[in-house]
């Protein structure tokens, strides 16, 4: 037993390193990614999951290219592309659901401007779509 705690504190990448606390501190980024699955889906940020989701991709591509592979970086990255990708999922899913019951009658403008919006128009996010649900 002592023999393999010894080997596993002067591993190069063991807890004597940086290489074993970053990605182990990383790992509080995937643990609150996964507590905001019960948050709603209006509260979801594209740029933040967008940016947890490609960190992720592009991190676990990088573990496995470095000497010595650092498994904890490499599994920490795909939780955190995997919780980001869900993130965005559920935001993308909601949106679209949203855009669907989103519909605003527009009375015609003047032809005289070249542009005759007539009848139900869908929109995205617009200030009297937000209003209606509100």
């Not at 996964?34 to 989701?53: R, W």
């Not at 015609?108 to 869908?122: F, H, Q, R």
Request: aromatic share 12%.
């Amino acid at each position: 037993m002592a023999f393999k705690v010894s080997a596993l504190w002067n591993h190069p990448t063991g807890p004597k390193t940086i290489h074993f606390w970053a990605p182990t501190f990383k790992w509080g980024i995937s643990i609150a990614n996964v507590s905001d699955f019960s948050m709603p889906p209006e509260a979801i940020s594209y740029p933040q999951q967008i940016a947890v989701a490609a960190s992720g991709l592009i991190w676990s591509r990088y573990s496995m290219v470095i000497v010595p592979k650092n498994w904890n970086l490499f599994c920490v990255n795909v939780a955190m592309c995997t919780t980001g990708v869900y993130q965005l999922s559920r935001k993308i899913h909601h949106d679209q659901a949203a855009m669907k019951d989103c519909v605003v009658s527009r009375a015609p403008v003047n032809s005289a401007i070249g542009w005759e919006p007539t009848g139900l128009m869908k929109c995205w996010h617009c200030i009297a779509c937000n209003l209606q649900r509100s």
